[in-house]
């Protein structure tokens, strides 16, 4: 099997130009060559991130980027808001434990999106509260937070917003200066089309001042450091080179297209996507006001074994698809739409989603979703 078809919401395909960046030869950072590369990513980047803040870059995965927001925002006993409606949201609950801050955690249904009402509660109950977790995109679920309505609500409070939106930029809208989210944090290895190793931080100006007062350890990743060398157009510490490099060829790509180009193309994969698992009487885990267009999360009939499906997927048909995690293990399937990704892999993907339905004895009528979403596309 020579295909190796990753639609996994991270890590994502790796286009052909990316990967010819990402095998040429190493050179040096502490030089002028390097310098333009850093230039060059850091105002693509405040294109994607749709900001003009300082981003910092980090040699490490998204959750790496994860727990630099809160050790360099927060101090050990300080209080903060986290929501918990999947793995993603979970995570920051999890970092602020194991930095002694005291969250107050938002339980929120899998498959559904915390609303700006329960943030709203949550920090009338808490006025001290000092930062807002949320997730652009759940990568576990496949549920798009309201981001901008959430903004709204926290930017009445001292508190700053941090959003982990790792799977979720450049795929969905997130306009972080027009909306005024505090935080974001972002990562190679989703929408960017990049190997995983490295993460971005942009950060606020109301951020950066709790940055300066937080007391929790912090060394790697300390933003202070960032700031200084950002200002000489240079990292603290040796950064992962080679991504930053192939990064450079990724958001040309991107800027080619447009934000709001992509965003609408991502709308149509999900949408063809969404169209074909009803097509084939399968039903989707999220609720219909909150589906993410970033990944279509569709729930198994109680007959298909799902792990064993998406290892026959990948094993024999070259096709990768996330399973579930959790209490979802084995009971849904998830498919991206991020990243490189065209109408026609999905169609390709969906093509043998049919063929390992009715291998497990699922009954429908054949060629039911690749039609269906062949329809949407070609609209
Ligand atoms: C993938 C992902 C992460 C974690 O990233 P790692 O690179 O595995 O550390 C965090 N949040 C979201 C929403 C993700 O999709």
């Known amino acids: 099997m020579d295909r190796n078809l990753l639609l996994t919401p991270g890590p994502t395909q790796i286009p052909p130009e990316i990967c010819e960046a990402l095998g040429r030869p190493i050179i040096h950072h502490r030089t002028p060559q390097f310098q333009n590369n850093i230039k060059e990513v850091i105002e693509g980047l405040q294109y994607v991130f749709q900001t003009k803040n300082d981003i910092y870059l980090l040699a490490a995965s998204g959750t790496g980027g994860m727990e630099s927001c809160v050790c360099n925002l927060l101090s050990p006993g300080d209080k903060a808001i986290t ?9 920051w609950g999890d970092i602020c434990k194991c930095y002694g801050v005291n969250a107050d955690v938002i339980k929120v249904e899998w498959g559904k999106a915390v609303t700006p009402e329960q943030i709203q509660a949550a920090l009338d109950k808490n006025k001290d ?3 807002v977790f949320i997730t652009l995109n759940e990568t576990s679920t496949g549920v798009v937070t309201d981001v901008k309505a959430i903004a709204a609500v926290v930017n009445k409070t001292r508190a700053v917003l941090v959003v982990d939106a790792i799977s979720g930029l450049g795929v969905v809208d ?3 200066d027009a909306w005024g989210v505090d935080v974001v944090v972002s990562a190679s290895h989703k929408g960017f089309m990049l190997p995983p190793g490295l993460a971005f931080v942009a950060v ?12 929790s350890p912090r060394y790697y990743f300390d933003f202070r450091k960032s700031k200084k060398a950002l200002e000489k157009v240079d990292t603290p510490f040796t950064p992962a080179i080679g ?3 192939a990064l450079v060829e990724s958001l040309k790509r991107m800027r080619a297209q447009g934000l709001d180009q992509l965003f609408a193309h991502f709308a149509l994969l999900a ?12 039903t989707l885990f999220p609720d219909e006001t909150c589906m993410s267009c970033a990944l279509t999360t569709i729930n198994l009939p109680a007959e298909i074994n799902g792990e064993k499906l998406v290892k026959t997927l990948r094993d024999v048909h070259g096709i990768s698809v996330a399973g579930g995690q959790d209490h979802l293990k084995g009971k849904i399937i998830r498919i991206a739409h991020m990243g490189c990704l065209t109408e026609e892999d999905i ?3 969906l093509e043998y989603l049919e063929v390992v339905l009715k291998e497990q004895g699922y009954s429908f009528a054949p060629g039911a979703g690749v039609n269906a979403a062949k329809k949407v596309f070609t609209k």
């Open 174 to 176: 997130l306009q972080m």
């Open 204 to 215: 606020s100006p109301k951020a950066f001042k709790y940055v300066q007062e937080a007391k």
């Open 243 to 245: 991504i930053v490099i």
């Open 347 to 349: 169609l390709t993907g």
């Open 83 to 91: 929501v918990d409606g999947g793995k993603f949201g979970e995570r």
């Open 129 to 131: 509260a000092k930062a």
């Open 271 to 282: 949408e063809g996507t969404r169209a074909a698992a009803k097509a084939l009487g399968l």
